[in-house]
T-cell receptor, first 111, second 115 residues
Framework: SQQGEEDPQALSIQEGENATMNCSYKTSINNLQWYRQNSGRGLVHLILIRSNEREKHSGRLRVTLDTSKKSSSLLITASRAADTASYFCATDGGGGNKLTFGTGTQLKVEL | DTGVSQDPRHKITKRGQNVTFRCDPISEHNRLYWYRQTLGQGPEFLTYFQNEAQLEKSRLLSDRFSAERPKGSFSTLEIQRTEQGDSAMYLC?????????????FGSGTRLTVV
């Protein structure tokens, strides 16, 4: 079963613009992670934010976490065509044994 | 180390046949996970190993599915008597520690088509 839902399901922007994706989840979490998947390939880990953190940065990525609203957002600044991919949030419920993935946002960055 | 390897990349099989997939994780990683992903969906958890011990199995893993990780190294996922509903991408991932510390490293997946 999917733990979370990403919003929007699909996003199309121009190169250089910022892209924002949102993730909502249902149960309490230990941490939340974001992954990228290029078409037909495996997933690549982008960033992890713990439940006691509110914001985290990594390069052009900025992640926020609001545990009271059970939501997270991923911001990609100054997007590039190479950022075109599907982006998934994944939650660790605290058991430390598995991640539960959301439904994903398809991002298309056009030249 | 070149990351997580999965073999084969693609598999087409007839309904009712058995198939086996292999995953070679990063050698230092003691945790190994199998996920299944259908088109337009996120990965769904199937099972998890810590070293050679299979510690958790999803209800998605019916009696026709079995996974092993002998000696805590590579892992195999076998599907017996395949059905068309088994068509999906099967993803393997590994990590060196509980999920709260590091992210997963995924392989490129095995795409299964049951005809």
């Amino acid at each position: 079963s999917q733990q979370g839902e990403e919003d929007p399901q699909a996003l199309s922007i121009q190169e250089g613009e910022n892209a924002t994706m949102n993730c909502s989840y249902k149960t309490s979490i230990n941490n939340l992670q974001w992954y990228r998947q290029n078409s037909g390939r495996g997933l690549v880990h982008l960033i992890l934010i713990r439940s006691n953190e509110r914001e985290k940065h990594s390069g052009r990525l900025r992640v926020t976490l609001d545990t009271s609203k059970k939501s997270s957002s991923l911001l990609i600044t100054a997007s590039r065509a190479a950022d075109t991919a599907s982006y998934f949030c994944a939650t660790d419920g605290g058991g430390g044994n598995k991640l539960t993935f959301g439904t994903g946002t398809q991002l298309k960055v056009e030249l | 180390d070149t990351g997580v390897s999965q073999d084969p990349r693609h598999k087409i099989t007839k309904r009712g046949q058995n198939v086996t997939f292999r995953c070679d994780p990063i050698s230092e990683h003691n945790r190994l996970y199998w996920y299944r992903q259908t088109l337009g969906q996120g990965p769904e958890f199937l099972t998890y190993f810590q070293n050679e011990a299979q510690l958790e199995k999803s209800r998605l893993l019916s009696d026709r599915f079995s996974a092993e990780r002998p000696k805590g190294s590579f892992s195999t996922l076998e599907i017996q008597r395949t059905e068309q509903g088994d068509s999906a991408m099967y993803l393997c991932a590994s990590s060196p520690a509980p999920t709260g510390t590091y992210g997963y490293t995924f392989g490129s997946g095995t795409r299964l088509t049951v005809v």
